[in-house]
């Protein structure tokens, strides 16, 4: 199984937004995040770089 964690890359910094994220969807323009353990966070945002080595995903907020 592979988890991710997922940044927003916000000024030169990366924020956590979440751990353990199995699946990234989109709806309405969000993306939609979902936890191994069902919890779901929408965010406004377009996804920038997925790195399946380092098990990190990297988001930038919506202009």
Known sequence: MCLGKVFMANDQQL????????SITTENGQLILTSLLGEK???EGKLIEID???SKVIIEHAK
């Open 52 to 54: 399946f080595n380092k």
């Open 15 to 22: 924020s956590p937004i979440m751990d353990n994220v199995t």
């Open 41 to 43: 966070k929408s965010v």
